[in-house]
């Protein structure tokens, strides 16, 4: 049973039972929109009536890897670019748990790049929030393998070259089970898929669009928190279903955003148990959770 | 207490170093294991992913040793004892997760059956050149505990001794193993899991409201006390410096107050992790210390020595790090010299130099590939006792 309080009367906000508050004031900028992406997170919690004693938030390194320490749940702040491969271990030590990887764009496609299609391939049962500002936030507003063509960046200041990562078709040509992308304007949505997520086993990936107001928009001319709402909303259209390959950003173009991938394979563990029960049969001693003396 | 038996080969075998560390991992009560393959190492977790679906436990084969070296902190913290297995290059790749072990006081076993370097330097051939990285090798100052076994028996006793270590001091254990330890064959004995000792982790039962993940328990014990995720007690873990709430704590204050702790934990410690072999030392002139395969090659030139009259003594090291400083210095207000053969270009023989205060310290080098020539030993012995 979980013991928060849902309802909590002495709470001036319904997120706060989720919120190790005695850690605030937070650090992030005035405008970004990790903050939002936390308040879909708790609803999508309040929501699904999710046991919260079974549920773990493994953050990365980062603006995004610093809401591990924020939320009131078991809660790991790993290294740079290996969240997934901790929360690969976790879960295959304790499969009753939910796991939840939250990390940026940064963390999980450049330096974690390799872990995140590995963990696709491997269909791991993990819940992946990627907040993605298209740029480094912590470290001062650096190209990230996420940023537009053009756009301008403390370390291309004269406007980027690469190509940047579409990351729902990196994820869907990888194996991932659950494929979606929102911004940080689709406040319910973000929610909804959270919790459609949670139920999906496998491995799931959200991609939440994010605006970093200090250091991506202001070097873009892109104003401030609000003007990137008024982005968001213009820009941002709705296509389910749409084939991943058609969905890659641009500098000020269209964001084709919903649930791209929604599919069912069996995941690592439910293969990994097959295989030994057909090989081994009798011999094979299937464990749960691997509580050690 | 004792070991579980499901993990515990009972019998004699003739294993090489390599699957003995395997089974002494099993017999520590070792369920999980992360790995990449990389020669000579990767016997230990061939082995691992054979045994382990018979015994309960899971392995799997990472995609580089960035993942290996954190999958297994992941699965410690979720209620698992853990290892990863590795060699010179991917030993490289570990450094950061060792620091993350040291800094959130993750016990897990980092075993290294260590090869020829620098870079890719010889896959198959056997050195003991990682023996500073080991201490060394992830930023900031930390302590950690190195093991270094000489035999396959070692490999099996010591690799229990590693795991245990670690779960007494929550602290990453590197077992530092050599290409000629890991693939040399020889009778292993495997006594019965009555006869194991196990060292189990240091569980809280605090109540969910009363636990500080990194609060000391003022019983004098400088190691916290450890919760698993999904029992309730909704802790945080991070790498960055922290409180005992294991909240950030970005102040000198609380670096110093953390890294003390964590060299303190190990430091002062010292008597309970000194771990040796000691022959004829108390009257010897000459005291070859020595540790892994080349023990094995000193012991040929101490006989010889001995042969010759000269009154040599053997150290050898089984616990490496940390270094046993007050035994070093005790032995040099006797000796006129110490000898230390060892395959690299002088790593643990700075170590024994500074320990000895002024006495002659004598390196003998040997960049790898092979283990020294006895007569090599003796030789330095010869030269050190004139």
């Given at each position: 049973m979980s013991e928060v309080d849902f309802e909590c009367a002495e709470c001036t906000n319904p997120v706060e039972p989720f919120l190790r508050s005695e850690r605030m004031p937070h650090i992030w900028c005035p405008g970004c929109g990790i903050g939002t992406t936390v308040n879909c997170f708790t609803r999508a919690l309040i929501d699904s009536k999710a046991n919260l004693e079974k549920l773990v938030v493994v953050s990365g390194i980062g603006c995004t890897g610093r809401v591990a320490g924020y939320l009131k749940l078991d809660s790991f702040h790993t290294t740079h670019g290996r969240a997934i491969p901790f929360a690969t271990g976790l879960k295959l030590a304790n499969p009753k748990l939910t796991v939840v990887v939250y990390a940026g764009d940064g963390d999980l496609s450049a330096i974690g790049g390799n872990h995140l299609i590995h963990a696709a391939r491997r269909n791991i049962d993990l819940k992946v929030i990627c907040v993605n500002?298209?740029?480094?936030?912590?470290?001062?507003?650096q190209t990230a393998p996420t940023t537009p063509e053009h756009a301008t960046t403390s370390t291309n200041p004269y406007g980027t070259f690469e190509p940047g990562f579409n990351l729902p078709h990196l994820v869907d040509a990888a194996g991932a089970v659950y494929v979606a992308r929102w911004t940080t304007f689709h406040v319910r949505q973000v929610a909804r898929s959270m919790q459609e997520a949670f139920k999906k086993k496998g491995f799931s990936f959200i991609e939440i669009i994010s605006p970093c107001p200090t250091l991506y928009q202001r070097r873009n001319k892109m104003g401030d928190g609000l003007d990137a709402m008024k982005y968001y909303k213009q820009a941002s259209k709705v296509k389910n279903g749409a084939p991943t390959g058609e969905v890659g950003l641009t500098k000020t173009g269209e964001i084709a955003v919903g649930k791209f991938v929604d599919r069912d394979r069996p995941d690592y563990r439910e293969l990994m148990v097959h295989r030994f029960h057909e090989s081994l049969g009798d011999e094979y001693v299937e464990t749960g959770e691997l509580v050690c003396s | 207490m004792k070991a579980d038996p499901a993990g515990v080969l009972t019998g004699v075998h003739f294993l090489d170093g390599d699957h003995a560390c395997c089974e002494g991992a099993l017999a520590a009560g070792a369920c999980f294991a992360a790995g990449y393959p990389i020669t000579p190492s990767t016997e230990v977790v061939e082995r691992f992913a054979a045994r382990i679906p018979k015994v309960g436990g899971t392995f799997i084969q990472m995609e580089d040793e960035l993942a290996s070296s954190i999958a297994i902190q992941g699965a410690v913290w979720g209620g698992a004892k853990a290892f990863t297995v590795t060699s010179g290059p991917g030993f490289s790749l570990m450094m950061e997760h060792i620091g993350y072990a040291v800094m959130t006081e993750t016990p897990c076993v980092f075993v290294n059956v260590q090869r020829g370097g620098p870079s890719t330097g010889l896959p198959t051939l056997p050195a003991q050149s990682d023996m500073m990285q080991a201490r060394w090798g992830s930023h900031g100052d930390y302590e950690v505990i190195a093991l270094c076994p000489n035999s396959p028996q070692e490999c099996f006793d010591l690799t229990i001794t590693a795991f245990n270590l670690s779960e007494k001091y929550r602290v990453p254990v590197m077992f530092m193993m050599d290409e000629c330890v890991g693939h040399m064959t020889e009778k292993v004995i495997i006594p019965p899991a009555e006869q194991i000792e196990i060292e189990p982790r240091r569980k809280t039962h605090k109540p969910h409201d009363a636990y500080k993940p990194y609060e000391c328990n003022g019983d004098g014990s400088l190691v916290p006390e450890m919760a698993h995720a999904g029992e309730g007690y909704k802790f945080h873990v991070t790498g960055l410096t922290h409180d005992e709430r294991g909240y950030p704590a970005m102040t000198v204050a609380a670096q110093q107050k953390l890294v003390g702790r964590l060299r303190d934990k190990i430091s002062k410690a010292a008597d309970d992790l000194l771990l040796v072999e000691q022959d004829n030392t108390a009257d010897a002139d000459v005291v070859v210390v020595t540790y892994g395969i080349t023990s094995r090659v000193a012991q040929r030139g101490i006989d010889s020595a001995r042969a010759k009259g000269l009154k040599v003594g053997k150290l050898r090291l089984k616990i490496v790090w940390p270094f046993p400083d007050q035994l070093i210095k005790k032995l040099s207000q006797r000796a006129k010299a110490f000898v230390v053969p060892e395959l690299n270009l002088g790593q643990i023989s700075r170590e024994v130099e500074r320990a000895a205060g002024g006495v002659k310290t004598v390196c003998v080098p040997h960049a790898g590939g092979g283990v020294h020539r006895p007569e090599d030993i003796l030789k330095a012995i010869q030269e050190a006792s004139r």
């Open positions: 500002n298209l740029i480094y936030g912590m470290t001062g507003g | -």
